[in-house]
């Protein structure tokens, strides 16, 4: 008996001996797809943008209400060839080696390499010159008045890291590559990679030698990061508290996450508009019964497509309200988007019928949608409505549904004839949705959409410094989009968030997680 209780004796001494010297915040959150890769210029893709945010930084970033501000430069100045950044001293990597401008230079080359999903965003930089070890000029052909706020996910890698894992260039990822980036990380930002499961589990500890670290209200010590498919086993982990936070819960769930006790939601109206796009540039679809020409080629079953879509059915039923249909694909908030062409166009079946039979096509045609099942808010409920609407217009559609990391490369290789898509614009700028989605060799441009002087004009905002010329540039250009109809807008996103009483979580209209804002109480 008396050996007994010193054993019991000893093992509590040995137990508070290892304890920690203090309570860890673990912060554990969850939503419905994980990040696609760590290499931060692979995939443009938000929650993959937003994991890669903590591991690594940028030259400027967004606080939670969209305002740029320092993060590795420290200031920048523009001129006419170019935009000098001022860089932070004294920062170094998760490896413990220095911050230059080194680093600098060979990021932004590595985001110009063709495998990179962040071309159209640095592609206005023709070259890299170092000042000294903490100033670059960012050399660019005319002046750049959007460069900074093209550069707020363009990550800064290490440049010996990276070479010494062979990962000088980004990870291809719609051809399937493999390589140590994809897994493993060396930044600069206020987390560290301790263990990466894709699919299964991420975690990441605190980076306490963090420039940062002392200057941000974030008290977490260790996330914990679980992606969960189903939409009722990640309500259902939320409200065993089994997580903190659910990023995505679904809209159907809202009222009775709000209702519980100690779990609230927060809302916002997001920088994403959700649509369909259309290939009408190949000769022949792929998944149609129509052979030896292409529908989408014809403006008429555009226009026909757009008009066949409820959209207000699809905000009331599907999002539970949490929407605004739209006529165009960038949403309020980004310059060029305007009340006038923001309408939806009116849900006219009738029309779109007639449409169809002007245009060759009385009995419509059979087309495969392509649609992801855990990215965007209810976004394969949506496409199931769409069908059902294109179907009483005698559009037949064939629906597949699969993961984002099986969609997305559908859209960047161009083998869909018809996709969802949903866009989310950092720079706050039309540009951005120009550059990507509509002109020519756009690389999420799966349209074969081309039109000359939305080409021309894409080109030339990226230089012109006059805001009334760049305001009626941006206007023209949008006009001759909504003309030609080259995708379906569908709506606006307004995301929630659901989170337990004890955690402060800012959200912001790009849906992106900051725990360096973080408290957990």
Known sequence: MRQSRWLLATAAVFALASAPAFAENVFKWASQGDALTLDPMSQNEGPTNAMNGQLYESLVTRDPQMKLQPELAVSWTGAADGWTFKLREGVKFHDGADFTAEDVKFSIERAQSPSSDFKEQVSGITSVQIIDDHTVKLMTDGPNPILPNQLTSTYILDKDWAEKNNVTTP????????????????????????????????????????????????????????????????????????VDFVLDPPLQDLKRIESADGLKVITVAQIRSIFFGMDQGVAELRTSDVKGKNPFADVRVREAMNLAMDKVAIQRVVMEGLSFPTGMITPPGVFGNTPENDKPLPFDPEKAKALL???????????????????????????????????????????EAVSKAQHFPKIQKRTSDFYMLGWGVPTLDSHYVFAYLLADGGSWNATGYNNARVNEITAAIATETDIDKRTAMIEEAWNIVLADKPYVPLHHQVIAWAMSNKVDAPIGADDALRPRFIVMK
């Open 171 to 242: 990870q291809d990822f719609k051809a399937k590559q493999e390589t140590y980036a994809v897994r493993n990380a060396n930044g600069t930002g206020p987390f560290k990679v301790v263990s990466r499961a894709p699919d299964e589990l991420t975690v990441l500890a605190r980076n306490t030698a963090w420039w940062g670290d002392k200057l941000f209200p974030g008290n977490i010590d260790r996330i914990e990061y679980r992606p969960i498919a189903n939409a009722a086993t990640r309500v259902a982990a939320l409200l065993s508290g089994e």
């Open 357 to 399: 039979a002007d245009a060759g096509y009385p009995n419509g045609f059979t087309v495969q949608l392509d649609c992801p099942n855990n990215r965007y808010n209810n976004d394969e409920k949506i496409c199931q409505a769409a069908v059902a609407m294109l179907a009483k217009v005698g559009v037949k559609v064939n629906l």
